[in-house]
């Protein structure tokens, strides 16, 4: 995906804080992510869901692997559990798009 300020300008989530779990999966593959807003992980790793970005990148979810939290494609990701089939359409916050 481009690597703007901003991957999207809608995300799709389980509340309005983003701050239940939507689904979790296993990584398909290993996935080392291009800065720090990615969370990396090795094949077979749990990876849980929090949102799924909509709009310019719907290529994208953000997530956590251990403690680290960041976003990864989802078509590395194998959904094996649905915590909700509800989800709320939000607009995204710029903040946690900036590198520091």
Do not use: Q
Not at 21 to 44: E, Q, T, Y
């Amino acid at each position: 995906p481009e690597l703007g300020r901003r991957f999207a300008e809608r995300k799709r989530c389980a509340d309005p804080e983003c701050s239940m779990l939507m689904c979790r999966g296993k990584a398909m593959k290993d996935f080392k992510g291009p800065d720090c807003r990615f969370v990396n992980f090795k094949k077979g790793e749990a990876v849980y869901v929090y949102y799924k970005l909509i709009g310019k990148s719907t290529e994208l979810w953000a997530g956590s692997v251990g403690s680290d939290f960041g976003y990864f494609p989802k078509d590395l990701l194998e959904v094996n559990h649905n915590y909700t089939n509800e989800e709320l359409e939000l607009p995204t916050d710029v903040s946690f798009f900036f590198l520091f």
